[in-house]
């Protein structure tokens, strides 16, 4: 139909181009006189055009425009044979003609589908069903609800910055009492107490900070004012070098060594009223020297701590080390941290210049160090004796020592979290773990947890999920969470027996006598 009306229109303008032609009228039937004539159909109709005069310049304009119609009429069959084809061209079409505002239009809607079909969703939680998963469920509302990170911030990488900036900017200077604990090897490190606004029976968290924090970094300030608005006193455990403090051995801090913790925890139950409960959170590099710590000190612990929570850990140190080192932002954000340490170091340079001078420590190199496992490789395998940075990396890692911890323990961790992937979350450990329960969220970043459409550092995950699980641990008004730890200890110490029953050298020895007595 779009051909036979193009050939009309020529056809009127050919009538109005040349003056010796005459069109006669319209007629139901086609005539073809002795000088050609086209015909052609529309409406149902016949219309004729008899061409009196210049006959050989009628002919060319009736072979032309036979073969125009020819041609148009394959186009036409061609695209009815190929539907696909066909499909394409038209959409090409009509997104090209689209005004601008329609584009953004379909790109808006699209973005929201996306965001509210894979990014908006509720949390997983790897915990093995028993009293301490139900009672979480019941207690935490949180942990029903879906996850809503803020709309225009969901990549990773995004909200790990974007939560950093924006914490540091809002968050104001918090006013710590400091108290110095010179330890039993004669290193000192700070304590930060935030006791303000709380009674004396108030329950007390220790924080432990990541990699290179201290207490005035933004994500503890965030836990810090959630802690004092639900009336629980806080300290935080600032690690030798940080916080100000000035070094008075050569040793620094690792992943793996939780003696320091051991001497803090002790320092601070005796601090803290007899009947006032004690927990523990840790970020990052904390989370691991305090999961490290409930591991291996897993009976004092539970006499110490009534309930622990870890966020962002890197559970398997050598995936999260390679993570961080993929190119590119990784990378940067990797180089960034690597560069945090090499000022750490730099600033103590006194003490080491002397100290290792003869050494295989080789103080300069350290301090150009661009990452992080080259720093660890470098210096703080061979500062605490490992032979290997690998066997640094091995000794810190948490993900097969979840089945030691006695203490109930809420892990916070994001799928997306550029340093540590999310096939290195022991989320299968933790389905079969009495104490160990892991909260995974599918966007989060590192520590970020950004929500909202505006982000408001007051109200966050983050903060909520730490003093609502505290806030019913630590407080227990009616007594539950109690009595859920003393089931979750009587089927710790089940596990227990039955893993030592099964590896006893005398099973295999009964069970072949009982087989040959029958």
């Known amino acids: 139909m779009l051909t036979l009306r193009k050939c009309d229109s020529r056809l009127r303008s050919w009538r109005h181009q040349f003056h010796r032609w005459s069109v006669t009228k319209w007629q139901p039937t086609a005539q073809i006189g002795p000088v050609g004539g086209i015909d052609t159909t529309e409406g149902g109709s016949r219309f004729c055009i008899q061409i009196e005069r210049q006959p ?12 125009r119609v020819q041609s148009s009429k394959f186009a036409v069959r061609s695209l009815h044979t190929s539907s696909d084809s066909a499909m394409f ?62 709309f225009w911030c969901v990549e990773s990488r995004a909200q790990t910055v974007l939560a950093s900036l924006l914490r540091s900017n809002s968050l104001p200077h918090v006013n710590y009492r400091r108290e110095i604990l010179t330890l039993k090897d004669g290193g000192e490190v700070a304590l930060d107490w935030m006791e303000e606004g709380c009674s004396p029976d108030s329950p007390c968290i220790i924080i432990l900070p990541g ?66 409960k004690l927990g523990a959170t840790g970020i990052s590099m904390g989370g691991l020297i305090l999961g490290n710590y409930l591991a291996r000190k897993s009976d004092e612990a539970r006499s110490i701590f009534s309930a622990a929570k870890i ?24 180089r960034h941290l690597a560069s945090s340490l090499c000022r750490t170091l730099r600033k103590h340079l006194d003490i080491y210049r002397d100290i290792y001078r003869d050494s295989d420590i080789d103080i300069q190199r350290i301090l150009r160090c661009r990452t992080i496992k080259e720093f660890d490789e470098l210096f703080t395998a061979k500062q605490f004796g490992y032979a290997h940075v690998n066997d640094y990396y091995s000794d810190a890692t948490l993900h097969n020592k979840l089945d030691n911890i006695s203490v109930p323990l809420l892990c916070l961790s994001a799928a997306d979290d ?51 699980y505290f806030t019913k641990a630590l407080f227990d008004t009616d007594g539950e969470f109690q009595h859920t730890a003393n089931k979750m200890h009587e089927r710790f110490l089940t596990k227990q027996t039955l893993a030592l029953t099964s590896t006893s050298p005398l099973a295999p020895e009964n069970e072949t006598n009982k087989v040959k007595l029958m």
């Open 211 to 276: 990699l290179t924090g201290e207490s005035q970094a933004e994500y503890i300030k965030c836990l810090v004012f959630a802690a004092q608005q639900s009336g629980m006193r806080v300290v935080v455990f600032n690690n030798r070098g940080l916080g100000g403090i000035e070094l008075k051995t050569p040793r620094l801090y690792c992943a793996a060594n939780c003696e320091d913790l051991c001497e803090v925890v002790q320092h601070v139950r005796r601090a803290v009223p007899s009947h006032c």
């Open 56 to 67: 050989q310049l009628a002919g060319e304009l009736l072979c032309s425009s036979r073969l």
């Open 311 to 334: 966020i962002s850990v890197p559970w398997d140190v050598h995936k999260g080390s390679a993570s961080i080192e993929k190119p590119v932002i990784n990378s940067l954000l990797g």
């Open 418 to 468: 550029p340093f540590q992937p999310l096939d290195a979350i022991p989320i299968n450990a933790a389905n079969n773990c009495t104490h160990v329960a892991i909260v995974i969220t599918a966007r989060g970043g590192h520590i970020g947890f950004l929500e909202g459409w505006w982000p408001s550092t007051k109200d966050q995950y983050m903060g909520r999920l730490f003093t609502e």
């Open 89 to 150: 061209y038209y959409m090409y079409a009509y997104l090209s003609n689209l005004p601008r505002l329609h584009v953004v239009g379909l790109a808006v809607v699209a973005y929201v589908v996306y965001y509210l079909i894979q990014v908006v969703k509720r949390p997983i939680i790897a915990c093995s069903d028993g009293p301490f998963k139900q009672y979480l469920i019941r207690k935490v509302p949180t942990l029903e609800n879906k996850y809503w990170p803020t």
